[in-house]
Nanobody
Framework: QVQLLESGGGSVQAGGSLRLSCTASGRTFSLSSMAWFRQDPGKERDLVAAINWSGGSTYHADSVKGRFTISRDNAKNTMYLQMNSLKPEDTAVYYC????????????????WGQGTQVTVSS
């Protein structure tokens, strides 16, 4: 099992930037594919971006392509989500998740989850 802790959320005006971090402990982080999901109240948890164990393969949802970038530093057991040009519709709770093996595109593909961090973008 991997324990995950997100940080970096907050409130920002539209057009601004935030960087989320997810620090892992427990099962070997470097063997895990990682992902960022986001969820609004009453809605499904949607995949934002994912990255494989080496960082050599990434996925970004169409809604964030060109604005968000996922990355990881295995030496620091940390994954990042750089969010630029933020929009009000990016407002959500952001969760990091981990799984063994290749990138998954569904929330049920992931075994371990953080508690979430709130991102609020005002217009």
């Amino acid at each position: 099992q991997v324990q995950l802790l997100e940080s970096g959320g907050g409130s920002v005006q539209a057009g601004g930037s935030l960087r989320l971090s997810c620090t892992a402990s427990g099962r070997t982080f470097s063997l895990s594919s990682m992902a960022w999901f986001r969820q609004d109240p009453g809605k499904e948890r949607d995949l934002v971006a994912a990255i494989n164990w080496s960082g050599g393969s990434t996925y970004h949802a169409d809604s964030v392509k060109g604005r968000f970038t996922i990355s990881r530093d295995n030496a620091k057991n940390t994954m990042y989500l750089q969010m630029n040009s933020l929009k009000p519709e990016d407002t959500a709770v952001y969760y990091c998740a981990a799984r063994r093996g290749s990138i998954g595109l569904r929330s049920i593909d992931y075994d371990d989850w953080g508690q979430g961090t709130q991102v609020t973008v005002s217009s």
